[in-house]
């Protein structure tokens, strides 16, 4: 990999799972930041001692986090969302994804979980667990709908 990059984010109470993909190739890296403990109001208060460093944000332009859905506690949930864009540099143009969105872009169905093959197989190790398929398909959604933004302004 290579650079610049597309951050696509997945964020649960439990864990964020980002994924860093390459602009000009299918290539992606997934970071897994489990947040550890027993209440989630806890564990939302450490998100930006685990979040990645600067450095890691380096060649990142653009982030895209899916809008998180629970039907319970969803307070904390969008309080883990707010934590995460905390912890963006405010240089990286960040969007927020729902799940219709991404989903359709890839292909599938609002209601189905992506599976490894819903992917180029040059992306990602087929043992990508849930959270970092989903981190994937929102980077996927950003980095091709910024691309088409920019391919439009051009042509006109």
């Given at each position: ?7 696509g ?8 799972d980002?994924v860093r ?14 947040l550890?403990?027993?209440?989630a109001?806890?564990?939302v208060?450490l998100?930006?001692d685990?979040?990645?460093p ?7 332009y ?14 904390v ?8 864009l905390?912890?963006i540099?405010t ?8 799940p ?5 872009h ?16 040059s992306l990602?190790d087929e043992?990508w ?14 980095r091709?709908?910024?691309?088409a ?7 006109s």
């Open positions: 990999m290579t650079g610049p990059y597309v951050v984010i997945d964020i649960s109470t439990r864990a964020i980002l993909l390459d602009e000009n190739v299918d290539e992606a890296e997934w970071l897994s930041v489990p550890p403990g027993d209440a109001w806890d564990r208060r998100i930006p685990l979040m990645p600067a450095g890691w944000w380096a060649e990142v653009l982030c895209a986090i899916e809008r998180p859905f629970a039907r319970a506690r969803q307070d949930v969008r309080l883990a969302q707010g934590a995460a905390a912890c540099p240089r990286v143009a960040t969007w927020e994804v729902t219709a969105v991404w989903k359709q890839i292909g599938i169905k609002q209601n189905v979980k992506p599976s490894w093959s819903a992917f180029a197989p990602f043992y667990p849930q959270d970092a398929r989903d981190a994937l398909g929102v980077a996927l959604y950003a091709d709908t910024n691309a933004g920019i391919a439009a302004a051009l042509a």
